[in-house]
């Protein structure tokens, strides 16, 4: 999955799960978060995706870097050059101009205005139906609440000290390793401990699909496009090797300073 798709998804999520707390200012928060990921998707559809901006494309009806400067800074303005390129976006027009006005209340006035963390985790379902829309990205129940409690997991400090490490067992169902753990995994602990499991069990990395398995079978089902993102999340932070889905010596020492492999 594309940097920039990976952004969205956690933003949205980010506003969802910030809503969701019990900051006073959680909501506010959490609603300007899920609108600044709606506007940053419209555009970067244009730009990035549909690449209608400037050069040649002005030839064939894409848009000089004026007008489009022009359509882009009024929010109603490009929400509708977007539906006009996307018309199964027609019905959510409205609604997200609503939300987006909302927000704008919320933030640029002194009124003050309140919001209700459902009003946040609506928006949040509205973007995820616009990123489907768009992207043709279509997320599960199981894998939006995922994504949330795995934002919010992230924005605990790794240094954090903790006493207790997290038991994990493992074995091998037909043909592929299962892990159980009573602990609740963040998609990228899963895999981790997914790819910990075949070294310690089979002695050799997994296959790609071997992966997919022994996630659905340990309960962390994951579509293939996320599971490639959160890999490549992996392999920057140095956790897992470039060339292998092996852990690296520093994913082993990280893994093993929560759980007890």
């Given amino acids: 999955m594309k940097d ?12 969802e799960f910030i809503a969701r707390s019990k900051v006073s200012c959680g909501q506010r928060f959490g609603l300007i978060a899920v609108d600044n990921a709606v506007e940053f998707m419209l555009k970067a559809y244009v730009e990035v995706d549909k690449q209608l901006v400037g050069g040649h494309k002005v030839a064939v009806g894409g848009l000089t870097k004026k007008d489009w400067e022009l359509k882009r800074d009024k929010f109603p303005v490009l929400l509708s050059y977007v ?14 101009n609503r939300y987006h006005t909302f927000r704008n209340n919320l933030y640029h006035t002194g009124i003050p205005v309140t919001t209700r963390t459902t009003m946040v985790v609506k928006y949040a379902e509205l973007a995820r139906n616009v990123l489907q829309v768009l992207s043709k990205i279509a997320l ?3 894998e939006w609440d995922a994504i949330v409690a795995e934002v919010g997991s992230s924005l ?10 997290l038991e994990v067992d493992y074995e091998t169902v037909d043909g592929v ?5 009573s602990a609740s995994l963040t998609n990228r602990d899963a895999i981790a401990l997914c790819l910990h499991g075949y070294s310690k069990l089979v002695g050799t990395p997994p296959s790609r699909p071997d992966l997919i398995k022994s996630l659905t ?16 999340e992996l392999r920057n932070n140095g956790l897992i090797q470039q060339n292998s889905l092996a ?3 520093k994913g082993r020492k990280e893994l093993s300073k929560k759980y007890l492999l």
């Avoid at 539906?83 to 997200?96: A, G, H, K, Q, R």
């Avoid at 605990?156 to 490490?165: E, F, L, N, Q, T």
């Fill in 4 to 15: 920039w798709l990976t952004e969205i998804i956690d933003q949205i999520a980010l506003g």
């Fill in 83 to 96: 539906v006009s390129l996307e018309p199964n976006l027609l019905s959510l027009e409205d609604e997200i």
């Fill in 140 to 142: 599960t129940s199981q």
């Fill in 156 to 165: 605990i400090s790794d240094s954090a000290p903790s006493s207790i490490k």
């Fill in 177 to 181: 390793v299962k892990l159980t753990t």
């Fill in 217 to 232: 079978r340990s309960g962390y089902s994951l579509m293939p496009k996320f599971l490639s993102a959160r890999i490549v």
């Fill in 247 to 249: 852990l690296s010596a």
